[in-house]
Structures are given as C-alpha cells and as structure tokens.
C-alpha cells in the first residue's frame, strides 16, 4: 500500500505550481512537506486527494487514482478552514460524517471520542462561530478523521494552535499513525517535522529540492556547526581552512565549517593554546538545510 506520485506536474497558465513531482510514500508513514509560500505544497496536496487532476503525470493510492477511491478512504484538513458557523459541533459533524457514509451513531460515538481527548466535551452542543479560532481547528481535524481514513492529508494543522493545544493535536497524529494511519503533513515550524516525521521533501518552486531520510538528510549535509568555550582568545579561528564564519559570543564562539575533519583539525590546534572548557559539534537542524537548499528562511 502506497501513495505515488509520478512525474506530475501541475501548471496554472503559465504558472507551474508543481514540476514533474515524483514521491512515494509507503503506508503507515508519516511524511512531512516543508516549503516556503507558493511552493506547491497546497497544489501538491489538492492532486493527492484528487481535487485537481495532474497536467502530466500520475497520482495513486494503492494502485488508483483518487477520483475513483471510496470517500471514506482519505481524510483531507484544507488549509483554507471551512466549517457551518451557525450549525452546533455535533450537528455539523453529523452532516459531514453522513455524506461519508457513516451512521449517526457511529458518528456521535466517534465524535464524543475525539472532543474528550481534546478536553472540550462541553462544546458538543456549542455553535461553531462561538469556539475559539484553536478550537475551531480541533473541530475541523475531527471532520478529517471521524471516517478513519487510511490515507490522512493535512494541510498545516498546527497553524495558529497554541503550544498545549499544538502538544494534543501531535499526540492525536502520532496515535493516527501508531494505528496504522498513512500521514502527510505540511508545516512551515521545521520542528514539527523533525519531531514526527521520518521522511519528508522541501519544495522549492515546485520541485524537491529535498528528498528522503531525515537521518540520510543530515548525515549527507557535511556542514556542521562548533561550539568552543575557552579560557583564551579563540579568533585565530577565523582564519582556519574551512570555517566558514564566526560568530564570538561572552561565553561560546560559535563556528560554522564545512565538515567534519575541519572540528578534527581545530580540535588538535586548540591543544597547543591553553583549556578548553567546552568542544562539542552539532548535528544541522532541519532549518539549516532548508536555510541552504532554498536559499531563504521562511518568512
Ligand atoms: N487555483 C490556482 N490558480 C492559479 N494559481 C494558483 C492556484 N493555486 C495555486 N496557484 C499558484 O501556484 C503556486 C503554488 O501554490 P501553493 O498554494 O500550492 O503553494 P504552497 O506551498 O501551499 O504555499 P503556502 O505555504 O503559501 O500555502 C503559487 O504561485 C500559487 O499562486
């Protein structure tokens, strides 16, 4: 079980929102789609539930593509919100489990479920226009889910949550995997993805810039940041093949340098000169990678 996307591409006019996309995403995965604005993801998505239809390519979920797929097989959270204001909680997700084929009560069995996990049980009978904007959203990812999809698809769902309400909803993603749910995600915090998933691609301009293993990302990005602390003046540093900048805070000098054997080298100068109290190298983030690849940070 996979969903594949082949080659596809996407234009809108003379606008290519998305450029001969290949992504394969194994079920039971939880795959993570980082991008600046405009990059495709959003686009990307809308082919994955079968809302736009690729100008070339392929998209498929277990082998079809997903015009043809039940409709209770895939979940979608838009990143464009859209719930009834004026309908109740309950109401509302009666009406839009029961166009997925669900009866009412397994409905309401699964909704109850889900409004204790997200501690707002009293909101069952609330009207939708009357949550706040965080509740509102966790209402919304109770419309993507109440149907047990195989393949979930949301489009920034941490998006505009406080922390402890960011914390349930990541619990409630990782328990949706842990069952066996397929999970794609687009977030603009790289900390999310970092934290939850295992695969992920950054898009740039409608291609993947990144692609893969976050393990295999990291370790195949040779730059590496230094972080020394001594009782001695470290600006000779600067001028050491391989560092690429320095930055000297009151405690720490921090160094980026193009790898590993430039932390060796250092490592074996600084011998000569005095105690060191601190030597340590650190992994790149998720944001260094994306800083590089795509040039920019978010804004
Ligand atoms: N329906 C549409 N008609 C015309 N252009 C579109 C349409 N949808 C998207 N685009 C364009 O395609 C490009 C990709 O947009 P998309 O919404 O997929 O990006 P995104 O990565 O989701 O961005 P964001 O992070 O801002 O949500 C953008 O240049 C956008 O303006």
């Not at 009834?84 to 997700?93: H, I, S, T």
Request: charged share 25%; hydrophobic share 40%.
């Amino acid at each position: 079980m996979a969903l594949r996307m082949e080659n596809v591409t996407k234009r809108f006019g003379a606008k290519t929102a998305v450029d001969q996309l290949f992504l394969h995403i194994d079920s039971g995965e939880m795959f993570g789609m980082l991008g600046a604005n405009g990059a495709g993801k959003t686009t990307t998505f809308r082919m994955m539930i079968g809302l736009f239809a690729p100008d070339d390519g392929g998209v498929s979920w277990n082998g079809s593509p997903p015009q043809s797929l039940d409709a209770r097989i895939i979940g979608y959270l838009p990143e464009e919100r859209g719930l009834y204001p004026k309908l109740k909680v309950m109401e509302q997700m009666i009406y839009l489990g029961r166009l997925r084929g669900l009866s009412k009560h397994d409905i309401v069995a699964e909704v109850d479920a889900w409004l204790e996990r997200f501690h707002i049980p009293h909101y069952r009978k609330a009207k939708v226009e009357n949550l706040s904007k965080g509740n509102q959203q966790k209402i919304q990812f109770i419309a993507a889910v109440l149907h047990r999809p195989q393949l979930l698809i949301l489009d920034e769902p941490f998006s505009g949550l406080d922390p402890i309400n960011v914390d349930l909803l990541k619990k409630a993603v990782v328990k949706l995997k842990n069952e066996g749910t397929t999970i794609v995600f687009s977030s603009h915090d790289m900390k999310h993805v970092e934290s939850l998933c295992e695969n992920l691609c950054i898009m740039d301009k409608g291609k993947p810039v990144v692609h893969g293993k976050l393990s295999d990302i990291k370790r195949t990005y040779e730059k590496r940041k230094l972080h020394i602390r001594a009782d001695f003046s470290l600006s000779f540093l600067g001028d050491v093949d391989g560092v690429l900048q320095m930055t000297v805070g009151a405690e720490e000098t921090m160094l980026a340098i193009r790898d590993e054997t430039v932390a060796k080298d250092i490592f074996s100068r600084l011998q000569d000169y005095g105690y060191v109290r601190h030597f340590s190298v650190q992994e790149p983030t998720l944001h260094d990678i994306f800083i590089e690849k795509v040039g920019r940070t978010y804004a």
